[in-house]
C-alpha cells in the first residue's frame, strides 16, 4: 500500500485552489457577459424552501424502517438523507424546468419525492448489488447468446438433457 505525504496533499491542495479560483472567476464572468446571470435556480434564494424540504424529507426517509435495506447499509440513516435530499432536489429541478409550477406547489412535490425516492433508490441498489442476482442475470444473458450465435443450448441445459 502505497503511503501518503500529508504535506504534499496540502500543497497540491492548496496548488488547486489558486489556480481554479481565478478559472472560476472568469468562467462566471463570461457566463454573466452571455447573458446567463450568475445564480441558477438551485442556489438562489428563493430555492431556500425546496431545499429545507428536500432535506426534511430526507430525514422523513432515515425514519423508514426496511429491513433487507437496513442490513446491507454501513450507515442508512446518513444514506436516507443525503439520498433523499439529492433526489428530491433533482425531482424539484426536473418539475420546475419542465413546467410552469408555484414554488409552494414544488416545495409540496419536493417533500414528497424525498421522503419516498430515498428508500426506493437504497432498496433497488441493495437488490442489484446481490452477486447471487447478478449472476443469474449473467447467466440468462450468456444462455441467450449461445443460443442466438450458435443456435444451440448452453451446457447447462444439455446436460440435463436425457436421449
Request: proline share 5%; net charge positive; hydrophobic share 50%.
Amino acid at each position: 500500500m502505497p503511503r501518503m505525504n500529508i504535506k504534499r496533499m496540502i500543497w497540491a491542495f492548496a496548488i488547486t485552489i489558486a489556480f481554479a479560483y481565478p478559472m472560476s472567476a472568469l468562467a462566471a464572468n463570461a457566463a454573466e457577459q452571455l447573458g446567463m446571470g450568475r445564480l441558477q435556480p438551485p442556489f438562489t434564494p428563493e430555492w431556500i424552501g425546496v431545499w429545507v424540504f428536500a432535506i426534511g424529507g430526507g430525514i422523513g426517509a432515515s425514519f423508514i424502517y426496511i429491513a433487507e435495506v437496513e442490513k446491507h447499509l454501513k450507515y442508512p440513516t446518513a444514506a436516507k438523507i443525503v439520498l433523499g435530499t439529492l433526489w428530491g432536489m433533482a425531482i424539484s429541478l426536473a418539475i420546475d424546468a419542465l413546467t410552469d409550477t408555484p414554488m409552494g406547489a414544488i416545495m409540496l412535490f419536493t417533500i414528497g419525492a424525498s421522503s419516498f425516492s430515498a428508500p426506493i433508490c437504497a432498496g433497488f441498489m441493495v437488490y442489484i448489488s446481490s452477486q447471487k442476482r447478478q449472476n443469474s442475470i449473467y447467466d440468462l444473458g450468456k444462455d441467450a447468446a449461445t443460443d442466438r450465435i450458435f443456435g444451440r443450448k448452453s451446457k447447462k441445459d444439455s446436460s440435463n438433457e436425457t436421449d
